[in-house]
């Protein structure tokens, strides 16, 4: 097992490795930008570590001061959490290189999924279903007209890098795709320093169900049921729940099989989530993400297994410690992301947190850095939390949901509490019903605006 445990990140997610760290007994080491001394994260690690200024390419994402700081507290592994490295397969490399664990998938598995049109080509090969698209990567105008023409209007234009929904062009006719597949180009870009993009069918009315692996690289990997991620706003997830209302066991069971067979095919180490979208009673797989993500609470209350604990001892070396026949689905799960926003225009509020107090009680998680006097610097995205909730079934869940984000009281900034509170009374939400395209047609609606205002 490790010593000692450098923690490459922030916020809630470095609490919440820290956390499984303590457990596992492991000593810790939190990384912070001179914006974050006063954070959560370094305050409980057992050393802390200041790696540079506030912007994150000088920070978070600086990997000489974060060798440099492994090299000085004698870690001999680092946890990425999300976002900042964790998918970086260079340094997954580099940490390699200096004989330094990195706690997730191999480099080069990283580097497959990473590449979209790459991992679509392995998700086909290992036999999970896929949308149809292009085959690859799409060379000019006339090659995207001929290949639209095949898989049908609309289209979606998509980036190989593309990452937190950007990239992304709906063409509806031929006459749309010269100029989302520009836009497209010029966002990813913009954003991935790549403009490689691909066709895919635009599916009307799908849902976001993702399924939670996790493989220890010795032939062995299960899944762990899905999540409900179709709540979105602008392709980013708001409400993620676990089991999805839309699936039933056997559902779950045959994509669910499918996706740990492919996993243990390929070798695949650690924690990982395969995202598909599900219309019509068909899957079709999307990405595949290599870390552990925002959203694995749901995935923790309903099967009791600690996901990051999993994640260090197989990066370790332990086998799987779980078998198939050991993962049982219990009652249903709820995630709110919680940030620091107003709630009517998303706009970033940053600043003091003059009073805070989360909800409480059974079956409540609150996962988050923030406390009373905290201020919220302006560098980094706005979650400042998540509240988990965990019922018997999914009206408990949905009680428990309600009476939690009613006892949540967070004073001094803006957050997104109020559209929680509404969500959580809607009906068609309460019913399950909804798809990719829900949120965004109800936060247009009076319902909506009258509780943000
Ligand atoms: P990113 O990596 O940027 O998050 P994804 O491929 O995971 O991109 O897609 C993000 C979201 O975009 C999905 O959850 C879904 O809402 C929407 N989306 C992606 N592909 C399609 C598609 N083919 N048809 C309809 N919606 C899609």
Not at 154 to 176: F, H, I, T, W, Y
Not at 219 to 240: F, P, T, Y
């Amino acid at each position: 097992m490790f010593d000692k445990i450098l923690i490459a990140n922030r916020g809630e997610i470095a609490l919440r490795v820290l956390r499984a760290a303590k457990e596992l007994g492991i000593a810790t080491v939190a990384v912070y930008s001179t914006a974050d001394k006063e954070a959560m994260h370094v305050k409980l690690a057992d050393e802390s570590v200041c790696i540079g200024p506030p912007p994150a390419r000088e920070s978070y994402l600086n990997v000489p001061a974060l060798l440099a700081a492994c090299e000085i507290t004698g870690a001999d592994a680092v946890h990425p959490g999300y976002g900042f490295l964790a998918e970086n397969a260079r340094f997954a490399d580099i940490l390699a290189e200096h004989g330094i664990a990195f706690i997730g998938p191999k480099a080069e598995h990283i580097r497959l999924m990473g590449d979209k049109i790459e991992a679509k080509r392995t998700a086909a090969r290992l036999g999970i279903p896929c949308v149809p698209g292009s085959a690859g990567a799409i060379a000019d105008e006339a090659e995207a007209v001929k290949v639209a023409a095949e898989i049908g209007y609309p289209v979606l234009v998509k980036a190989a890098a593309g990452g937190g929904g950007r990239g992304m062009r709906v063409a509806n006719s031929a006459d749309e795709l010269a100029d989302a597949l520009a836009n497209a180009k010029m966002e990813a870009k913009a954003a991935f320093g790549d403009d490689a993009v691909y066709l895919e069918k635009y599916l009307a009315k799908p849902r976001h169900i993702e399924f939670q692996v996790l493989g220890d690289g010795k032939g062995r990997a299960i899944h762990l049921g899905e999540r409900d991620c179709s709540l979105q706003r602008r392709h980013q997830k708001v409400w993620e729940e676990g089991p999805s209302p839309a699936l039933n066991a056997a559902q779950r069971e045959e994509i669910g099989g499918v996706c740990a067979r492919a996993m243990a095919e390929l070798g695949y180490v650690g924690v990982g989530t395969i995202e598909f979208l599900f219309e019509n009673g068909g899957f079709y797989f999307i990405e595949m993400n290599t870390r552990i993500q925002v959203e694995h609470p749901v995935t923790e209350m309903i099967t009791g297994i600690d996901l990051v604990n999993e994640q260090i001892k197989i990066a370790a070396g332990s086998p799987l410690s779980i078998a198939q026949e050991d993962v049982r689905i219990q009652g249903a799960a709820i995630e709110c992301r919680l940030n620091a926003e107003h709630p009517g225009t998303f706009m970033p509020s940053p600043g003091r947190i003059s009073y805070f107090h989360p909800p409480g009680g059974l079956g409540v998680r609150v996962d988050s850095a923030a406390y009373q006097g905290y201020v919220i610097p302006p560098y980094y995205d706005s979650l400042i939390g998540k509240l988990i909730v965990h019922g018997r079934n999914r009206t408990e869940a949905l009680m428990r949901l309600r009476r939690a984000l009613d006892e949540f009281v967070v004073e001094g900034v803006e957050t997104t509490l109020p559209l929680y509170r509404t969500l959580v009374r809607n009906l068609d939400v309460q019913n399950g019903q909804y798809d990719i395209h829900w949120l965004e047609g109800f936060l247009e609606s009076d319902e909506a605006k009258a509780a943000r205002a």
